[in-house]
């Protein structure tokens, strides 16, 4: 695999607990140094982060802050989530290069592949639910005002919201990880999952109503759809990388 000669595979077996320990620490120092840089350049950005969060809900025109504070708390934790998002890879191969020494290059092969496709699989999840979720949910649950309320979002309150909103979804989207986790520690076999797809598909749709804050059926039926989509695509996976389970 090319990806091995960047990385230091199996080559700490004889490192002393201190030395193991020193190279926690450095890794730790890089990825907060990497965390920090981009949190710094989320606060810059602060304005047009808000924007972003507020796109896919035309009916929130305006946003209002409840005490002084407020703002600077807006600021500081969109400038934090824009921080962690952007660092995660950053912070993931810092991970990579603290654990990859410990194992072994064939163990190697599957470690790199899984935490790219964890990557790839929290920003699809993330891009579901902001441009699809986020909007049909949110202007629902708004809707419920009706006449008879005139509603004053705080604007922690909506980021808040926003960030946990989107952050169930890169969670969710991690349901083919989940299934190779089964498979591969031999707690379900693939057969079984296929001849239980019915009982599979009913519990897919419960968590996916359980995951979207409002009851329409727009959105509740999009998660389900994804969910179970995601369950495909994880069998597909386990008979390319599993094939012998």
């Known amino acids: 695999m090319a990806w091995l000669r960047f990385l230091p595979v199996g080559t700490d077996r004889a490192m002393s607990l201190v030395e193991h320990l020193e190279d926690l620490r450095r890794r730790v120092l890089f990825a907060a140094g990497g965390l920090l840089l981009t949190s710094a350049?989320?606060?810059?950005?602060?304005?047009?982060?808000?924007?972003?969060?507020?796109?896919?809900?035309?009916?929130?025109?305006?946003?209002?802050?409840?005490?002084?504070?407020?703002?600077?708390?807006?600021?500081?934790?969109?400038?934090?989530?824009?921080?962690?998002?952007?660092?995660?890879?950053?912070?993931?191969?810092?991970?990579?290069?603290f654990v990859i020494p410990a194992v072994t290059p064939r163990e190697a092969r599957y470690v790199v592949p899984i935490a790219a496709l964890s990557l790839v699989l929290s920003v699809v999840g993330v891009g579901f639910g902001y441009l699809l979720v986020l909007p049909a949910s949110t202007g629902w649950l708004l809707n419920q005002a009706g006449s008879d309320m005139t509603l004053q979002v705080s604007a922690l309150a909506y980021v808040s919201y926003a960030v946990w909103f989107l952050a169930i979804f890169a969670l969710a989207f991690q349901t083919p990880l989940v299934v190779l986790a089964l498979v591969g520690l031999g707690i379900v076999s693939p057969a079984r999952l296929r001849q239980q797809w019915r009982t599979v598909y009913l519990t897919l749709s419960l968590l996916a109503l359980a995951i979207t804050p409002d009851w329409n059926p727009i959105s509740n039926l999009l998660v389900a759809a994804a969910m179970i989509g995601l369950y495909e695509l994880s069998l597909l996976l386990v008979r390319v990388i599993l094939p012998r389970r």
């Open 41 to 97: 350049v989320g606060m810059v950005f602060n304005d047009r982060l808000l924007h972003l969060l507020l796109r896919p809900v035309p009916q929130l025109t305006h946003l209002v802050a409840l005490t002084v504070l407020e703002p600077l708390q807006v600021r500081f934790k969109l400038g934090f989530v824009f921080g962690l998002v952007f660092a995660f890879p950053w912070i993931l191969y810092q991970t990579l290069l």
